[in-house]
């Protein structure tokens, strides 16, 4: 035990007097831990998302105004057409598309009303960040307006 303290003693002096090693040591991995801190974030903010309302009614209109309300959805276009979700994420244009079924606010009575979130998963992970984004503004509508149950 005696060498191996002694070993230790002489590896702390020689990291001691070179200064190159102290920056690599202690320096680097501060300013890194400050840069990636920074640098990286798994936040959204403002992610492109398109609507397709097959319905048009009140309940689609509240729900797309919440979602393009919050800081995390901006929307950039409304399509009119199922042909245009492919075309919409092949431009670059959307990452999100919501897609409401026709006779929504009828629907929701009955519980047969479906949204559907197409995302473009690119990115797996935000992909996910932008599902559950979307499907928590979602359900705190139906929450709020006392409809369906939340099923996942």
């Known amino acids: 035990m005696k060498q191996f303290i002694a070993f230790v003693k002489k590896e702390f002096y020689h990291i001691l007097r ?3 090693t102290i920056l690599i040591l202690l320096v680097m991995p501060i ?13 959204v903010k403002n992610t492109p998302m398109a609507i397709l ?12 105004e919440r979602l393009a309300a919050s800081d995390y959805f901006t929307l950039v276009s409304e399509l009119h057409n199922p042909d245009d979700i492919e075309k ?14 026709e ?13 559907q979130i197409i995302i473009d998963a690119t ?11 979307a499907s928590n503004i979602i359900n705190q ?3 709020e307006n006392g409809q369906w149950t939340i099923e996942n």
């Open 18 to 20: 070179d200064k190159r």
């Open 31 to 43: 300013v890194q831990i400050i840069l990636f801190g920074f640098a990286i974030t798994t936040e």
């Open 53 to 64: 309302d097959l319905s048009k009614d009140g309940a689609t209109r509240q729900i797309t």
């Open 88 to 101: 919409a994420f092949q431009t670059g244009n959307v990452k999100l598309v919501v897609v409401f079924s």
């Open 103 to 115: 006779n929504f606010q009828s629907n929701l009575i009955t519980n047969e009303a479906a949204v």
């Open 123 to 133: 990115d797996p992970n935000q992909a996910n960040t932008f599902a559950n984004y």
């Open 141 to 143: 509508w139906r929450m």
